[in-house]
């Protein structure tokens, strides 16, 4: 994790008392509420259907227990008693009263947090791979530069304003587990010679009424020079964006109508005019966020054996095992993934009894680090082998040990129309429903390779174009209905899915998916994901499994 220094927390508690003050004069009824929305939102407080809505920053994924066990204090204190992770790798909370949100952001400063910039036209979270620094096929540790983006995006005077909101996502693998190439700029690391990093630059992907995969943009690009080279494409997207219509104010949008060429070279001539002077930090502050990340004391020679009667007797811990456990580079460690979805819950909720109990994990098994996971789910990054039984046990005791992960129940969904002032449609129970129906089938039939995200409006803010089957909540003449999309992918072969055909009733979306499982199961083959076989065998026969 990183260390803040004097100047990070000095930021996190001048904010909050600027904050305090614009909230004193709302309430006073000295600014309008169209003077206090740009500086709420610019502190992550949304107004939503029932109640203001704050979005806390989680930078990367990465949490202390500490900050977990504040989160769970702060439900308690401000909400009703829970928290809702969200594919930022953020936290929500649904119930705070406006009158107290500037003691929520002092809680929040005490301990290294805040909510600077997870909205408004800024730049957003950055976002990571969830196994960045432990994964075992990594190349290079994406988080010491999410923090140097932090560092350069947050208040960054000439980007508070955009034509929209602009979304970073960082790789340091070749399996694409941040979802790159649906973002406005996705970042791959990369080994370089001597030791180097370099960076190859995806620009232009995105979700929404106009989804679109990000384009190959620049190769190879060296540390010292990505900063610049990034400021060269804010610049650029600030100049030429759209600001007269919202739905087209995406850089996505810029790139489609420019051209990549020309995108490229205006790009070009941008950075070229910027004075390198400003940018002479960027290596030595790299090298000293390499040297501030605090890093686990692994045991050179760890005891890996969980083999004992408990073990061996237990199918239910050996099932979490196989699907929720990951290969970590440390030998005798293991990457243990919490799912919070299990069936017919809510997906990406956590209880504040659940958090302040999985941050009692992480310090006992975890060296008191825990992540988000852009899926809605908790990572607990390091666990000693011969601890996983042990951790198994303490998450059933709080009903988080649901062996679900990559599989369908799994599933991505928005707070939806239950919360969400733009929603058209619920999602949450739908989410209920359909793992519910999926569940029992996930446990008698091998379904990984199925993922399964919904949305509750054109927004997309649960990633449904790149599931393998999307559900898409609409409102059709005052009824909810569901349009369904197959054979997406958010992965290091990202695509769109594609529409099936006719919207279906709520009622009828577990039904719908289930008839899409069973078809695949039935036709596919070995080792395809259910985006696999839709490309193999196309789309009209899914289509008649759906429809008849």
């Known amino acids: 994790m990183y260390r803040y220094d004097e100047l990070d927390q000095s930021l996190v508690e001048q904010r909050s008392a600027e904050f305090r003050s614009q909230v004193e004069r709302r309430l006073a009824g000295k600014i309008s509420e169209a003077e206090f929305k740009p500086l709420r939102l610019m502190n992550g407080l949304y107004l939503q259907l029932h109640a203001y809505m704050l979005r806390v920053a989680i930078p990367y994924g990465v949490l202390s227990s500490k900050q977990m066990t504040k989160l769970a204090d702060i439900a308690d204190k401000y909400d009703k008693g829970y928290g809702h992770f969200t594919t930022r790798q953020n936290i929500q909370y649904n119930w705070p009263k406006l009158i107290e949100t500037p003691d929520i952001l002092d809680e929040l400063a005490s301990v290294q947090m805040h909510a600077i910039q ?8 950055v976002t990571t791979d969830p196994f960045a620094g432990v994964a075992a096929d990594e190349e290079v540790d994406p988080r010491p530069l999410c923090e140097l983006l932090r560092q350069w995006s947050t208040l960054h005077p000439e980007f508070a304003y955009l034509p929209r909101k602009f979304k970073f996502a960082v790789t340091g693998s070749a399996v694409d587990r941040a979802a790159i190439k649906v973002h406005d700029i ?3 690391l990369k080994s370089g010679p001597n030791n180097t990093v370099l960076t190859d630059i995806w620009v232009g992907g995105g979700q929404g009424r106009t989804p679109k995969i990000a384009q190959f943009f620049k190769s190879a690009l060296p540390i010292r020079d990505l900063l610049p080279y990034l400021e060269a494409i804010m610049r ?16 996505k949008i810029l790139l489609a109508e420019t051209g990549l060429e020309t995108l490229q070279q205006q790009v070009e001539t941008e950075y070229e005019s910027i004075d390198r002077t400003a940018f002479e930090f960027i290596e030595s502050e790299y090298a000293r966020i ?3 990340l605090i890093q686990p004391e692994y045991l050179a020679t760890p005891e890996t054996s969980t083999s004992d009667a408990s073990t061996q007797s237990s199918p239910d811990f050996k099932a979490w095992r196989q699907q929720n456990v990951k290969p970590h580079k440390q030998p005798g ?6 799912s919070l979805k299990p069936a017919g819950g809510i997906p990406g909720d956590a209880t504040s009894d659940q958090m302040r109990a999985i941050a009692d994990i992480a310090k006992q098994y975890s ?32 009903d988080l040990a649901e062996a679900n992960i990559d599989l369908p129940s799994d599933i991505i969904a928005c707070p939806g129309l239950d919360y969400c002032a733009l929603a058209t449609a619920r999602s949450i129970p739908i989410a209920q429903s359909v793992s519910k129906k999926i569940r029992a089938t996930e446990k008698k039939t091998d379904l990984k390779g199925v993922s399964v995200n919904i949305s509750g409006c054109i927004n997309a803010c649960a990633h449904h174009h790149v599931a393998n089957i999307g559900v898409l909540g609409l409102n059709k003449g005052g009824v909810e209905n569901y349009q369904l999309t197959l054979g997406g992918r958010n992965d290091q072969n990202a695509s769109i899915g594609q529409r099936i055909g006719p919207g279906v009733a709520a009622d009828d979306v577990p039904q719908a ?7 695949y199961v039935d036709v596919r083959k070995s080792d395809e994901s259910l985006s696999d076989t839709f490309d193999r065998v196309g789309k009209e026969p899914f289509k008649e499994a759906v429809y008849g």
């Not at 997870?118 to 979270?125: A, D, E, K, L």
């Not at 650029?236 to 850089?251: F, L, Q, S």
């Not at 008191?368 to 390091?382: A, D, F, G, K, Y």
């Not at 998916?513 to 078809?519: D, M």
């Open 367 to 398: 060296c008191s680090e825990l992540r988000v996971t852009h899926r809605q789910n908790l990572i607990l990054p390091n666990v000693l082998e011969s601890d996983l039984f042990k951790v198994w046990e303490s998450l059933v005791k709080i």
């Open 186 to 188: 996705g970042l791959r």
């Open 290 to 292: 390499v040297g501030s």
């Open 333 to 338: 460690y293991s990457i243990a993934v919490v």
């Open 236 to 251: 650029v997207y600030n100049r030429y964006g759209r600001r007269d219509n919202k739905y087209k104010a995406r850089i």
């Open 513 to 519: 998916i289930e008839r899409i499982v069973n078809f």
């Open 118 to 125: 997870t909205s408004g036209n800024c730049i957003r979270n």
